[in-house]
C-alpha cells in the first residue's frame, strides 16, 4: 500500500468517527488551504535553492552545501508531530531510507515545530491514536526552521485558516509551546530533490496537506539524475 493510500485510509477513519462539528472545521480549513496560490509563487525544477543553515533537534547545525558535498538532497517540509499525514509520511520515508542513500541521495526534513512539539502533543486534547503515531525519532534529520523562513524562501509558507485554529483551540493544542510563537505560519508538504550544482531537479507541490510524494517516486527520480 502507498504513502498516498494510508493516508486516504486515515483520512476515511477520522470521517467515521471524528464528531461532526470537528470534521466541518477540517473540512472548512482543507478547502481553504488548496485555494491559495502556492503553486504559483513555490520554487520549481532548475531554481536555484535558497541556502540554509539549520539546527536538528540536538542543536548541531547543517548547511545546504554540507549536504551537497555529500551528493543530491532531498529535502521534504512537514508540519508537525500533531499532523498525523506528516508522521505517516516520516514513517514511509524513514522505512524506505536505505533504498534513497542507495540511488544517492540524503534525506533531511524541515519543520517549524520546536522541540516542545512532542510535549506538547501528549499534553493536548487530541485523540490517542494521534498521539500514538508520532514519530519521535527517524533515523534522517529533522530540522527545526525558526518562524518558517526557509519555507517561506522556498514559496510554501501560508497562514492555517481560522477553521483548523479553532480546532486547535478545541483539541488544546498549544502552538505556542510547539513552535516557539503563535503566528500558526506553516509550508506546504513539499519535497524537493536539489542537485550537487543547487539546482532544483525535481519538485513536488501539492497545495494540499493531504497528499505527499511517494517514496518510490522519490528513490526513481533519483536513479534517474
Known amino acids: 500500500m502507498s504513502l498516498n493510500q494510508d493516508i486516504q485510509n486515515t483520512i476515511n ?14 473540512e472548512q480549513g482543507a478547502g481553504e488551504i488548496s485555494a491559495l496560490e502556492i503553486l504559483e509563487v513555490a ?14 533537534r540536538k542543536g548541531q547545525s547543517h548547511s545546504l552545501s ?6 543530491p538532497l532531498v529535502i521534504t517540509f512537514y508540519r508537525g508531530a500533531w499532523c498525523p499525514y506528516c508522521n505517516l509520511q ?19 526534513a ?18 490517542d491514536e494521534m498521539k500514538d503515531s508520532a514519530i519521535e525519532d527517524p533515523d534522517f534529520d529533522v530540522l527545526h526552521d525558526p518562524d518558517n523562513k526557509l519555507g517561506k524562501k522556498f514559496g510554501l509558507e501560508f497562514k492555517l485558516p481560522e477553521a483548523h485554529i479553532k480546532l486547535f483551540e478545541l483539541m488544546n493544542f498549544d502552538i505556542e509551546k510547539a513552535n ?6 506553516f509550508s506546504d508538504p513539499a519535497t524537493y530533490i ?31 539524475l
Open 66 to 71: 554540507s549536504y551537497l558535498s555529500n551528493g
Open 43 to 56: 520554487l520549481k525544477k532548475d531554481d536555484k535553492a535558497p541556502n540554509f543553515t539549520l539546527d536538528d
Open 180 to 185: 516557539g510563537n503563535a503566528n500558526y505560519t
Open 90 to 108: 516520516l514513517a514511509a520515508y524513514n522505512a524506505h531510507l536505505d533504498e534513497i542513500k542507495a540511488a544517492g541521495g540524503t534525506l533531511i
Open 194 to 224: 536539489i542537485g550537487t550544482d543547487g539546482l532544483i531537479k525535481w519538485a513536488f507541490v501539492p497545495n494540499n496537506y493531504r497528499k505527499r510524494a511517494n517514496p518510490e517516486e522519490i528513490i526513481n527520480q533519483l536513479k534517474a
Open 110 to 127: 524541515v519543520t517549524p515545530e520546536t522541540a516542545n512539539g512532542l510535549s506538547a502533543l501528549r499534553e493536548s486534547g487530541v485523540p
Open 13 to 26: 477513519n477520522f470521517r467515521e468517527n471524528f464528531p461532526p462539528e470537528l470534521l466541518a472545521l477540517i
